[in-house]
């Protein structure tokens, strides 16, 4: 090969049409934009560094330089870049050299020194678009580096030694306190921190102006209250500098909702810091539910509601048929009457989109007396009620009672003497004018009116009694009986004792510890004995409840636009199907709330 510091490389003017990119150019992927980023440098300053090339068949090949002859091809209507100066290599040798060597060798700008750079033109008066221009690089690229060009020059040194990385320096530039910087700096030098971490350590206390309550509160009237904030570039937000004027601001506002709920005919209204409110929030408060009185549609507005559900579950319903569809919904799921508001209240708190959301309904322990007394809340069900208009109808609550009364006697059966106990505390009156047992032929009802699947209990409970033939010798009858021997006698005891077992809430509570009553042993809830028998809001509600969703969350949303026959399905297979756990996701925590669920007047 040729001595390459020796060789006379002369230039020469070449027409643009001459040219084209020789095979030699090892340069194939092109990047359109960036080509175009080049065409306007050049147009702007013109050709700083010349073409190289090599004289073939086709013309004058370009073996160095592909980028800038794409760039002059989209001057040509300029007649300044119409004549293009080419070194030309005297042989194919040399042009092998240089096309190899020209691309190996190049060396693009550490991003430091691009970062200083770009500072000091700002600083002589370049524009971004200059900058940009001059760089073939987009502007929004510029804003980046300048926003870092202000960085202390510890951190320029930590970037340029690699001490820290390109979007750890970016970190940095949240940041007004330089003090904190240098510490911070410091120990995070060579330990591959994230960025996340250096912003944390930076502003621990800042908030991100995403946060619910930043949201909820609105910067415009934080800003009003002095707050200050900084912004971060990178991560196109803005952070909340003085949270604890957000949290004045923030509990100030959720205080002044409740008041006007309050001002709306409710008892009382409570405001909650945290963003969801569940179930077992309202049963540590020891508070009952009551739910609105339940809305009627006409047939018309009937068929309409059924028609929109569909079109809105194939995803067909346009803004108009949404707005209609949650007309009709508001319709169904009803309003609480003065009565109810009267005696209820309400939970008020900001979900995690910032949102302003209730928890209607509620009844406190030391309302629930005259709550009974007005007729809001059912006497027998402490957990909670439906109110006057209950969502549980009186044929499927005599059913859900017996069910109960059931599943007791289930349990009792594992403890024959405590029947003895029970049969001995009523005769000798010590029961007062309470029946511990039905003894005068008095049937306890335990199988529901309707018949149902997933009610299962002992067949002892269920075995038919043979009755003695008319004219039996009773007493050959008696004496057969006991010659079966005690532990007979004390099955029989047992068994009938058990299926006459009704007692009331207070004494009930005593037996079901007693013998660990479980009436999900026994019962589940199914769409044939429940699910299909209640309203579509108490569904909605108890979708949301077993699965720790807020309502707008999309799968609460999805499942509220389903028919009521389907939601029954899908609750059903959510107790039923264990494929459906998997299918929703389900935590353990949610399988066990929903292995243990029961109807509030069960509970």
């Known amino acids: 090969m040729n001595d390459q510091s020796k060789i006379s490389a002369p230039l020469e003017e070449i027409p643009f049409t ?269 508070l009952a539910r009551i739910y609105a009185d339940n809305g009627e549609l006409n047939e018309d507005q009937s068929d309409e509601y059924d028609a929109l559900a569909e079109l809105a579950e194939g995803d067909a319903l346009d803004d108009d048929g949404h707005a209609k569809l949650a007309a009709l919904q508001l319709i169904l799921d009803g309003t609480f009457t003065e009565t109810q508001r009267a005696h209820a209240g309400v939970l008020v708190y900001v979900d995690r989109a910032g949102t302003l959301q209730y928890e209607t309904g509620l009844i406190r322990g030391r309302d629930k007396k005259a709550a009974i007394e007005a007729g809001v809340l059912a006497k027998f069900n402490n957990a909670g009620s439906s109110g006057t208009k209950s969502p549980i109808t009186n044929k499927l609550r005599i059913d859900l009672d017996r069910i109960a009364t059931g599943a007791r006697q289930n349990a009792a059966l594992s403890d024959p003497e405590l029947h003895l106990a029970l049969l001995a505390f009523q005769l000798s009156g010590k029961s007062g004018y309470t029946r511990v047992l039905g003894l005068q032929e008095t049937e306890v009802p335990n199988v529901p009116t309707t018949e149902m699947a997933g009610y299962v209990l002992d067949v002892r409970l269920t075995k038919a009694t043979k009755p003695a033939k008319f004219g039996s010798d009773m007493p050959r009858v008696f004496r057969a009986y006991k010659a079966k021997g005690p532990e007979f006698v004390m099955g029989e005891v047992t068994r009938h004792l058990a299926a006459l077992l009704s007692v009331d809430e207070g004494l009930g509570e005593v037996i079901d510890k007693l013998v660990d009553t479980d009436i999900r042993e026994n019962f589940t809830p199914t769409a044939a004995n429940f699910f299909g028998r209640i309203g579509g809001p108490y569904l909605n509600d108890l979708w949301c409840e077993l699965l720790d969703l807020s309502e707008d969350h999309p799968t609460a949303t999805t499942f509220a636009k389903l028919k009521k026959s389907e939601k029954a399905e899908k609750l059903e297979a959510l107790f039923c199907d264990p494929d459906m756990w998997s299918a929703q996701g389900v935590t353990d925590a949610q399988i066990k709330r929903i292995n243990a669920w029961l109807p509030e007047v069960m509970a």
């Open 18 to 286: 001459d040219l084209h990119i020789s095979d030699l150019n090892p340069r194939k992927e092109i990047h359109e934009a960036s080509i175009a980023a080049l065409a306007e440098n050049i147009k702007a300053y013109g050709l700083i560094q010349d073409l190289a090339g090599f004289r073939d068949v086709k013309g004058v090949g370009v073996v160095v330089g592909g980028r800038r002859y794409r760039a002059l091809k989209l001057l040509q209507d300029d007649a300044r870049f119409q004549m293009v100066t080419v070194k030309m290599a005297p042989d194919q040798a040399t042009a092998e050299y240089w096309a190899t060597s020209e691309n190996a060798q190049r060396e693009a700008l550490h991003p430091a020194d691009e970062i200083l750079d770009y500072g000091a033109m700002e600083r002589r008066g370049a524009t971004v678009a200059d900058i940009a221009t001059a760089y073939g690089v987009t502007e929004a690229h510029v804003y980046r580096r300048l926003a870092l060009a202000n960085l202390p020059c510890p951190v320029i040194d930590a970037l340029r030694s690699g001490e820290i990385g390109l979007s750890n320096a970016a970190a940095f530039t949240i940041s007004d306190d330089e003090k904190r910087t240098f510490e911070v700096l410091e120990n995070v030098r060579g330990t591959g921190e994230s960025d996340h971490r250096i912003k944390k350590m930076l502003k621990p206390e800042a908030v991100r102006d995403s946060d619910r309550k930043a949201v909820y509160v609105g910067l415009d009237a934080y800003k009003e209250a002095c707050g200050r904030t900084s912004t971060d570039l990178f991560a196109d937000e803005i952070l909340i500098d003085d949270p604890a004027i957000l949290d004045d601001l923030f509990s100030k506002k959720l205080a002044d909702a409740s008041v006007e709920l309050i001002a709306e005919g409710w008892k009382w209204a409570e405001p909650i810091n945290e963003s969801y409110v569940g179930w077992y929030q309202i049963e540590e408060m020891k």
